[in-house]
């Protein structure tokens, strides 16, 4: 290659890098300065803003909380329809599928306006804030599933897209208390459930202290995580009212019943008398012996109602059951989450549950028509071991 050639290309690579620094200092909110070397970037903000919390506070009100300020560039409230909403379908054609049409607002969205809360806590129709306000122009349906579309921009032209499912806010919030654990499946079967194809599988036992509808409650488990979780369907239930969430789906008979017919489920640890509920999850749940276990209102996150309890050599909880035992450090259920505070197991086996042994006392008294100042206490004394009987407190 000769020295002429060599020349030429260094002269072209030269402009090429000229160019493409021209561009990175046109493109990036950057502050730059030229060395021997060439340009050297010093500084900028290149990161999207991230959203911190999401919440729906009331029958019309969605609030998503971020970084820092932005700006709402597009933004659309649809209500979820499972046949028109699986985010793989697609369309054969050029027109959009069922899906992307209610995400860009052609059907089905929900009007609806956007306020802004900046820094000072000032309320704005217009601007930026850190606290985003999506009012609906009407109520949302109790348990029924929507999702909310929206792009924001920062005050340097980083942009976030997202898509927020949420399920229409519940007004109605029963008061629940958990009243039996069964905390180990049963690995045998008798006679009866090898020829029905049945188990004796994990499962909680709630009694309603006071009507209202489920949508909107988590059961949660500190040994499994948030990943395992129970969402409860949009359902009414009674005051005086026993139901079982079942919280394996292993065998025959494991049916939801989540309408009037209460003698669908013919699973063990059933009856046609009292509600069965059941989780999708195939694989063990609940801590046997060490666990804490909450009720939660997801849509803000406050305790309905929890039980702890551990064996006597575990002296600390694990990560996940921190983060539990904190929140119970926030609320009136217990004095406060420390481990000290939880029921002892030691006499647990596969085939006892955890019994709260005042339930029944409290059930009565619900049914004599007395308010319960709620939430109940709770304590390890009100805890013991005994046989199941689920269904029946």
């Known amino acids: 290659m000769t020295f002429t050639k060599i020349k030429e290309m260094l002269l072209v690579a030269g402009e090429a890098l000229l160019i493409a620094g021209i561009t990175v200092v046109a493109v990036l909110p950057v502050s730059c300065k030229i060395t021997e070397q060439g ?6 903000d290149y990161v999207p803003p991230v959203l911190n919390n999401f919440t729906v506070t009331d029958e019309k009100t969605v609030v998503l909380e971020f970084s820092e300020n932005v700006e709402v560039s597009g933004y659309v409230v649809a209500k979820v329809v499972d046949d028109q ?32 809360l900046d820094e000072e806590d000032v309320e ?5 804030g850190r606290v985003l306000k999506f009012v609906l122009d009407e109520q949302m349906e109790i348990g029924e599933g929507y999702e909310l579309y929206t792009k924001v921009t920062d005050s340097v032209g980083n942009t976030l897209t997202l898509v927020v499912p949420f399920t229409g806010y519940n007004s109605r919030v029963p008061e629940l208390m958990i009243t039996e654990v069964q905390t180990e499946s049963v690995s045998s079967q008798n006679k009866a459930e090898k020829e029905a194809g049945t188990y004796r599988n994990e499962y909680v036992e709630i009694l309603v202290l006071k009507s209202g509808n489920l949508a909107g409650l988590e059961l949660c488990s500190g ?5 395992k979780k129970y969402e409860f369907p949009a359902i009414e239930v009674t005051a005086g009212e026993v139901f079982v969430v079942h919280m394996r789906n292993r065998g025959n008979g494991c049916i939801s019943e989540e309408g009037d017919d209460l003698s669908l489920a013919t699973s063990s640890y059933t009856s046609n008398q009292v509600r069965d509920l059941w989780t999708s999850i195939e694989t063990t749940t609940l801590g046997n012996k060490t666990d804490i276990i909450i009720v939660r209102n997801r849509a803000n996150r406050r305790l309905l109602d929890a039980v702890m ?13 921190v983060d539990y035992s904190q929140l119970l450090d926030e609320e009136q259920i217990y004095l406060s989450g420390d481990i000290e505070n939880a029921f002892v197991t030691d006499s647990l086996t596969a085939t006892k ?41």
């Open 309 to 321: 309890f551990r064996a006597s050599n575990i002296e600390a909880w694990t990560k996940t059951m």
């Open 124 to 128: 704005q129709s217009a601007g930026n």
């Open 223 to 227: 040994y499994d995580g948030e990943t």
């Open 39 to 44: 340009i050297k970037l010093v500084g900028g």
């Open 85 to 116: 909403f699986d985010s793989m379908e697609h369309s054969g054609d050029f027109d959009l599928s069922p899906a992307l049409e209610r995400a860009s607002g052609v059907y089905g969205s929900v009007a609806c306006s956007v306020l802004y």
């Open 353 to 393: 549950t955890l019994h709260r042994t005042d339930a029944a006392t409290w059930q009565q008294q619900i049914l004599d028509g007395i308010i319960l100042d709620y939430p109940i206490p709770s304590c390890s004394e009100v805890w013991t071991v005994s046989e199941p009987s689920p269904g029946t407190l």
